[in-house]
Structure formats: C-alpha cells, structure tokens
C-alpha cells in the first residue's frame, strides 16, 4: 500500500512527531507531544480518527500526548519495560500490532533510556520504515546521560549495541527519528529531520567509528548541557501527566492583583519581544521572549513550582504561551497582566529598562556570552566570557562584571539573561542586538575559536 506519513515538526523542542494513515480512516501517531493542536488539526483535515498512539521512551523533554490520545478512543502502545502506570499495550522485543494491511514489530534499542523501543513498520513483512525516536537520529545518535551520570557510559554502549541491530534494516528503509536539529536530546544542526539506514551508514560519523570504544568517545564528547527539567519529565510520563482537554484559560490580573500574587511567591514571565522589554518592565521579572524555543527555555530556567504571572503584548497569543508551557510541564497559572505594560504604567508602579547596545558599540564593556559551549568555542569575540544562559538561572549566580554587554546569537537569549541576573543584584548591564557574526562583520576583526576565558576583560572594536 501506498504509506501516507505525516511528519508534525516542533521546531522549538527540535522534535517530531508522526502520523501515518492506516487506510480506513484510522491512523497511528508517534511520540506526539502534550501539545498535540497540530496533529489534530491535519488528522481533522484528513479524517483521521486515532487508533494507536505510540510512544518511543519516556521522553525527556516533553510530556506526551498519548496519554490525551487515549482519551480520545486510541491505544496506547510502549516498551512493557518502561512499568507506565496508565492503561497502555505493553509490548517487548519483537512483538507485533496489526495494524491493517501494515505491521508495527517493536525493536527493543536501549541506550538514550533504558526501556527506549524503536517501531519497525512493515508492509506485507517488507520493512519500510523505522520509528527511532531518540537511538538512530540524522548524523547523530541521542545522549545517554540522562539517567544517572555514573550510567552515562554503560548506556552509550548499549546505544552502540542498538545501533549495530538497526543497521542490519535495509539501507532503503526510511528513518523517522523523534529527535532532531535543534533538540537537546542531541543532534547535530541541519535541516534534514528524516533519513534512510543506507544514508546513515554512508554519512554519519558515528556509525563509522571504528568499534564500541571509539563510538563511546566520540558519543560522550559531543554531549553538551540540557534543561534540567529533563531530570522530571520522564518520571511523569511514567505516571502518565493529567489530560487536557483544552488549554487553561489566563485568569486577566490588575496590576494590583499581580503585585499582590508576586508578593505571595508568583513569578512574572515577559514573554514581549527583547525591544519592548528593554522599554520597560517589572523589576523581577524574566525576559523568555515567546517564539519557537519559548518552552525550552522557560523549563531552563524558571521553577515550575512556583505560580507564573505572564506580561504579554496584546497581540500575542494566551493561549500559545499556556500550551508551550503545559509541553513542558509548567501548569500553575497565576494569570496574566490585563492591559500588559500600559496598565502597570497607568497605575502609577515603578518601570525598569534595559540597554541595548549594537555590535558594533560595545564601548569597552566586558562582554558575557550566554551561548551554549559548543556554539562559543565556534566562534566568539576574543575578549568574551562564556557562561551559559542555564547556569545563570541557579540560586548562587556567578559573578558578572558590573556593566557587561551581554550576547548570544541575536538577543534573545542575552535579554533572558540579562534578566536573571537583574534579579540577583547586577545593574547596568546592557543586551547587544546581534551576535559574533555581525561582530565580525561589522568591525572587520576576526572571531576566536576554541578557547575560553576565565574572567572578563574590556571588549573593543
């Protein structure tokens, strides 16, 4: 039969998700997410009822919709190794579902989590594709420290040993991995979110090391930092998260009511644009632009126990923020500012702001970079300071040169943390408008590779 698949890409988590067409009006999704508005509206448009909702491990970085799939009439399919808690079809290695006319065989792939099952899709016994999830991904292959740091490398060697069974599939058979560019689960960047076993073994460098030592080198060398809400969501997928049947309405707060709710522990999220906030905001309150990466990082580095107060622009939508926050298991709402910024100011409350600063202005300002390390020591200013954005969210924030500009790769991000670090004391910092590419371009100097700075010192252009 012809296959009808449906990729469904998230591109702020670096995810996706899968929807085939079983041919009679039925369909099979694959590792959806909480935030499953996309899958329904294109199986809706296709008239899809969904009869199987299977899920690869227990994810990390998002919670799952199976669970709201089932609500809805379909089956539950996972590794019987991962003990879930909800009603669910148990499957081990090399069982099978029959789908009708196609054939779903699990493959147990352990290694990115202990009870990680792949889903080999088979039609009339010819493999045709494989669900992935996060062991064979484009160019890569998913971390292994996400369970315990002392399992890191027993699980990097049974992620070589999961490899070497899925290689044996056809070089023709079609990989659908969960997890992609963008994902912190691990992938290299790029824009391909699908492959081909024979592509794999061709291209990715992984697969090519020369045995199980070398692979565990490699694997453990490109591991970078990860939210640390990865640490709690998959314990609650276990469990199975609460059904939502629809995303919870914004209770509007006056400025007084809001004042009142962060007086009793609530924390303000501005999720306005880097420009508006460096306008003028509450003292206090977390700059986590809404856009693609929103859920990412607000689960970096806000404590989802504590209530969420949200200072938004009127035209951005409630509704996106509630749903981005509920993937990553932020659910305490405390409402948001009705009449945004206008409000606070007509009440008569204090305002801060922010300076911005363009790459080519830094004035003899120290500069921190919040990127990631990985992305730093491709490329940075010669006098820049790394600290990732993530480290400035704990308790104890490292020191900061008074008057830093802080950077990343366009603004977004160094305004995050700019705020953070607002919060903890530092004044006078400022937020440049670019990042080390537009430095380079606009000064004519060259970026520094590879090495880092243990302290700050004056930049100049």
């Not at 998913?142 to 740091?149: E, G, K, V």
């Not at 202005?361 to 940075?380: F, P």
Request: charged share 20%; aromatic share 6%.
């Amino acid at each position: 039969m012809s296959l009808d698949l449906v990729p469904l890409v998230d591109g702020g988590l670096g995810n996706s998700a899968y929807l085939v067409g079983l041919g009679d009006g039925r369909a099979l999704a694959v590792d959806a997410s909480r935030d499953l508005r996309l899958l329904r509206t294109e199986a809706t448009r296709r008239g899809w009822a969904i009869a199987y909702a299977a899920d690869t491990h227990l994810h990390a970085d998002f919670l799952t919709g199976a669970v709201d799939l089932a609500a809805g009439g379909a089956t539950v399919v996972a590794s019987a190794a991962g003990n879930r808690e909800f009603p669910h079809r148990g499957l081990l290695d090399e069982d099978e579902i029959d789908l009708g006319g196609l054939t779903l065989r699990a493959l147990a792939t352990p290694g990115h989590t202990d009870e990680h099952v792949s889903y080999l899709l088979l039609d009339g016994g010819h493999p045709v594709g494989v669900f992935t999830g996060g062991s064979l991904i484009v160019g890569a292959a998913a971390r292994t420290d996400l369970i315990r740091p002392d399992r890191t490398e027993e699980l990097a060697r049974a992620q070589w040993r999961s490899l070497q069974r899925l290689v044996t599939l056809p070089d023709e058979t079609a990989v659908w991995p969960t997890h992609g560019a963008g994902s912190f689960c691990s992938a290299p960047p790029g824009a391909e979110r699908t492959t081909t076993i024979g592509r794999e073994k061709a291209t990715n460098s992984l697969l090519r090391a020369g045995n199980e030592d070398a692979f565990v080198t490699a694997l453990l060398a490109g591991l970078g930092t990860y939210p640390p809400y990865f640490l709690r969501l998959g314990e609650l997928n276990r469990r199975g998260p609460d059904p939502v049947a629809a995303a919870p309405a914004l209770v509007s707060l006056d400025p007084e009511a809001v004042a009142s709710a962060v007086a009793l522990g609530a924390l303000l999220v501005d999720v306005r644009p880097v420009d508006a906030y460096a306008a003028g905001h509450i003292q206090g309150a977390v700059s986590i632009p809404l856009r693609e990466a929103f859920a990412t990082w607000l689960g970096w580095v806000v404590d989802a126990s504590a209530p969420l107060v949200f200072v938004r622009d009127v035209d951005q939508d409630p509704n996106e923020i509630v749903w981005q926050a509920i993937k990553v298991g932020h659910q305490l709402f405390a409402g948001d500012l009705a009449g945004g910024m206008n409000a606070w100011h007509a009440a008569g409350h204090a305002v801060t702001t922010t300076a911005l600063v363009g790459v080519g202005d830094l004035q003899g300002r120290a500069v921190l970079d919040v990127r990631q390390r990985s992305e730093y020591t491709a490329g940075h200013l010669p006098v820049a300071r790394n600290i990732e954005l993530g480290n400035l969210a704990h308790p104890e924030v490292p020191s900061v040169a008074a008057g830093a500009a802080v950077m990343c790769g366009h603004g977004e991000r160094a305004m995050t943390a700019a705020s953070l670090l607002e919060r903890a004391g530092h004044t006078d910092l400022a937020v440049v408008l670019g990042g080390p590419a537009d430095w380079a371009a606009a000064t004519g100097h060259a970026l520094t590779t590879g090495s880092l700075l243990p302290e700050p010192v004056p930049a100049s252009t």
